[in-house]
């Protein structure tokens, strides 16, 4: 059968805004920023942090330390400019606690849960080994990756509106320079979010249902429509013997 466009579109955006978007969700670059650190005092000798932390660097009497920190929605990492010490963990404390956060990971898992299953129905009502898709079916997994990006979107809305200020109520003393700007994992968020939509948006179109111009009304179209309207008419007589 000749597929729908709208199918093929929503069949392939849909997996790959799941895929942005699980990407993302387990990856801990959905904030960063850096913090220098730096101890004063003549001869300064170089100092060693705890594992992750890294060592500081001496430069007359000044000991600096830049350290680079990354926060995700279920992981944290804190690395050590120019170096190859870096430190990941389950987010915990104020961060974990904080009840934004908690309402952004709720949010996505019910996201990725709601756009699993809108691709297994679409994949169920388009039926590509067959002549007559399931519509319904296909439009219904399409309403499922629609609310599941919508979803995302709202997790998403959430946690950059409140990104500088997401569990940093008691960090002051340790990072008393930290700058948060967005990371990388937060953009493949968002642009998976949206195709998601694009993609579920598409499959809600198999809800209309076509129209064959040669056959009659309320006939919807299908191969065996034209087949019927070209027949010629024929007249059946009564022979007896």
Known sequence: MHTPASMVMGIVFAPLGLVLVFTAAITPQWREGQARL???????????????????VRSGSVEALVLLRSDG???????????????CWPVAGAYQRDPRV?????????????CGTGIVLACIGVRCWTDLPLRG??????????????????ALGVYTHNLGRLGMEDSGPRFPH???????????????????????????LSFKQPRCPSCPERIPACPACREIGSKPETEVYEISC
């Open 38 to 56: 730096g101890m004063t005092g003549p001869g300064s000798l170089p100092r060693s942090g705890a594992k992750g932390q890294g060592t500081g």
């Open 102 to 114: 908690r309402l952004a990971q709720g949010l996505v898992l019910s996201a990725l849960f709601l």
């Open 178 to 204: 930290l700058s948060l700007h967005p990371a990388g994992s937060l953009y493949f968020a968002w642009l998976g979010s949206c195709i998601q939509v694009l993609g579920g948006s598409a499959l809600l």
């Open 73 to 87: 929605l279920w992981e944290s990492c804190l690395q050590v400019a120019h170096s190859e010490l870096k430190q």
């Open 137 to 154: 079916v296909a439009a219904s997994g399409g309403l499922l990756v629609v609310l599941a990006g919508l979803l995302s979107l709202t």
